[in-house]
């Protein structure tokens, strides 16, 4: 090193002694270290300069010097001239190399300013848009909140008509329901007189199985014959068990009823036949295998008009409205209902629209805090996936998102990895918090991005358990492209 070179003397560069010039490269050993022969093989702990003129000098270990193999290309590493001096050769094919780095490097840089340029325009335009977002999303949860509190306050006058209603018709119904009994009770009372055919009030047990043997017997035999087992025949549990028969028996006829009528009612809405235009739709043909046409039976009738109503009806039953119920309410309660259910309809289309606003506000905003690079050039791989496939796996790369290996995630994004001084120079990409390992860590994945012609993956390695490496070339990160001055200045 220069700085050793003080005037006459040369210090050694441990700083423990210090002798004249011309005891450099005496072949002598001088310094403890060996910095005083570095163009000797005299120290063996020093080292040995290789000039290699037309090529890059380089630093040999001296213990290398005269050892029969030839490390510098200039060949000065072995005396008595056993090496050929192939530097220029070298120098050409590095040249060359270097050469074609720079070209690729120049393409490169055209095209990160491109990426730049687009990433740019593209930042605008999500600035904007967040912007009118965030206007839009305000109005809209202004209107929402509007609509909501109107469909509070119609909600309260209808929920106590409703509730009043209720408890009317349950009023009501409750009425029918006593009443019912009380004639249920007394059919129940005239059929058990009828079993009772002495009259003295006491049911026998031939009575009982006479009765329950006849055709108009409410009761089943089985059941009948078991209480004539046990002997002893209570009044009031036969009574109790004829009017929970007779009560079965009027519910069914009010289902059976009601069913005749809705069969009624949808029979007259089914149109008829002479009020179907003739040729309006044509009979389709139907043909067999053997390519003969199958004719229909005299009597056969498409029925799948009244398959599709049915249908439709059988929804209607199971579908009952929850704000209706089950009964009709009166014109001025129905009439608040009605204001309700309008309201509510208004205030869910405002909450449906503020809440995709609000998504797309999130996504947005989620987007515009990402680090595309100081001048937006790495915006471009945003969107993209990339693979790389080994002789053992396939490798899956989407930047600004995941990682994977044969669909294994290894990696969700993380950010850009700062280098060691604390600066992000986006050299590496981290994807970390992947499917965890069996008994080890998650899996994760270090990117390192290098400049490149084109967009790729060119490297994928696995070089600890369950922590991925991937080299991957890319256009954005060519900042800056070597003079070829410097090249030939470095030969």
Known sequence: KTSNYQGKQFHCADGTESFPIHYVNDDYCDCKDGSDEPGTAACPN???????RGFKGTLISSSRVDDGICDCCDGSDETGGACSNNCAELGAHLLEEARRIRKEQAMGFQQRMGYATDGQAAKLRRDED????????????????????????????????KEAAKAAHDKVEEERRTVADSHNREDAELEYNN??????GEVTVDELLSYG????????????????DNGEIEPATLLDMIQ????????????????????????????????????????EEMWGEDGKKIEKAVGEEDDEYEEVDEEEEEEEEESPSPIRNTFTYDEATQRLIDVF???????????????????????????????????????????????????????????YDKSDQDGTNI????????????????????????ASCWQGPARSTAVKVVCGSENAIIEASEPAKCEYAYTFTTPAKCNVVQDEAEIHDEL
């Open 46 to 52: 020093g080292s040995f300069y290789c000039i290699n």
């Open 213 to 228: 043997s006849s055709e108009d017997s409410l009761l089943a035999y089985e059941e009948v014959k078991v209480m004539a």
């Open 411 to 434: 990696g969700k994004w993380e950010g850009w990895e700062n280098d060691s001084d604390g600066v992000n120079r986006y050299n590496v990409m981290m994807y970390t918090k992947g």
């Open 244 to 283: 929970d028969q007779i009560k079965l028996r009027n519910e069914e006829t009010v289902r059976e009823e009601k069913r005749l009528k809705k069969e009624q009612q949808k029979r007259a809405k089914k149109p008829k036949l002479s009020d179907v235009s003739a040729g309006e739709e044509e009979e």
């Open 341 to 399: 259910e309008e309201a509510e309809s208004l205030y869910k289309e405002a909450k449906d629209l503020y809440d995709n606003s609000k998504a797309q506000l999130k996504d947005l905003q989620k987007l515009a805090g990402k680090d595309f690079g100081h001048d937006e050039e790495f915006f471009v791989l945003h969107g993209q996936c990339f693979t790389y496939t080994d002789d053992k796996y396939k490798y899956k790369l989407c930047p």
């Open 130 to 161: 967040v912007g009118v977002l965030a206007e839009e999303e305000a109005k809209l949860k202004q209107g929402m909140d509007e609509r909501k509190s109107y469909m509070e306050e119609v909600e309260k006058p209808a929920k106590a008509a």
């Open 195 to 200: 079993i009772d055919k002495d009259g003295d």
